[in-house]
């Protein structure tokens, strides 16, 4: 492209913008690297990856043909999630949000994170009026509504039905920079889905977060305690496998990564207490290991019925 200048300052200020730009795409496509390298650390999820990537080529290639003029289809980005606690829902629509802005799909990329308490009114009218009210803090982001089900469990008279409708309608009123994330249990939302017959064609993205496997739970758990720079004893370790194996056969809703989480914590302080106990003085790895008895101390005082979020 042949460009002329009435003089050089013109010629100046175009090579100023020129590099602004290179220098905003450079930017851009670090931040995008960097929501990929934070995917892609996390354990397992495959197949969610897969679906955010093909996601994010789709958005690129509808940015380039429309660079050259090519048809550009509308598309709504309007998710559903199904899957137990602690298989990573709340965090990958966490980058997705971080995503999207990125890629000028939204304009401020935030996360808005709800229940069902958040929605629903007392009153008439009050439902509509908590839904508005969220709605605008969420613009230029998204919306997450977590046991999306619960929405739909009052029966007729229940506020949550309102709730419902009025994100039907803002799904479509507000689509060019709102984008909503209905996350819950499987059965609960397929059985959800169905009570609005407007919901399923708003949600074309529907994405399931499987349950971990035990040795993927394993490698969850050790990127917990390096994190915080503990370490498992091969000991800690075998039992935590056995903790886990347990769980998952006795329990009817594993909490995965949740309960990992949990675990880790609760031997974490149980090993502040055996090491408080000592009376020599402590190392550099005796502050950091975990043995199994610590591990054993956070079963006995109930680690799996504690709420943290994950």
């Known amino acids: 492209m042949n460009i002329t200048f009435k003089n050089q300052e013109e010629e100046k200020e175009f090579i100023k913008e020129q590099i602004k730009e290179s220098a905003k795409q450079t930017e851009q496509n670090e931040s995008i690297n960097q929501i990929f390298h934070e995917l892609n650390s996390m354990i397992g999820l495959e197949k969610v990856k897969d679906l955010i990537y093909e996601i994010y080529a789709f958005l690129q290639i509808e940015k380039m043909r429309s660079e050259v003029g090519l048809k550009v289809g509308a598309q709504s980005f309007h998710m559903l999630f199904k899957g137990n606690p602690g298989t990573g829902k709340t965090t990958v629509a966490r980058l997705v949000a971080k995503l999207f802005q990125k890629m000028g799909l939204l304009s401020k990329g935030h996360l808005i994170e709800v229940e069902r308490a958040d929605l629903v009114g007392e009153y008439i009218g009050h439902t509509a009026q908590k839904t508005r009210e969220l709605v605008k803090k969420a613009m230029g982001g998204v919306l997450f509504i977590d046991e ?41 939302m397929i059985d959800f889905m169905e009570t609005n017959t407007g919901l399923p064609s708003r949600f074309p993205i529907k994405i399931d977060f ?31 496998r056995e903790i886990l194996l347990d769980e998952k056969i006795s329990e009817p809703i594993f909490s995965n990564a949740r309960l990992v989480r949990n675990l880790i914590e609760k031997s974490i302080r149980h090993q ?35 709420s943290i979020i994950s």
């Open 272 to 306: 502040a207490v055996r090491l408080m106990s000592r009376q020599t003085k402590l190392s550099k790895q005796d502050l950091m290991l975990i043995l199994p008895n610590d591990m054993v101390s956070a079963v006995e005082n109930g680690a799996k019925n504690e």
């Open 210 to 240: 499987r349950d971990y496997d035990v040795d993927e739970l394993i490698l969850i758990a050790n990127k917990m305690v390096k994190e915080r720079e503990y370490t498992l004893s091969e000991a800690a370790s075998r039992k935590l």
């Open 148 to 188: 999306a089900y619960s929405l739909a469990r009052g029966g007729e008279k229940d506020f949550g039905k309102e709730a419902i409708d009025c994100l039907v309608k803002v799904m479509e009123d507000k689509k060019d920079d709102l984008i909503i994330i209905l996350a819950g249990y499987p059965d609960e």
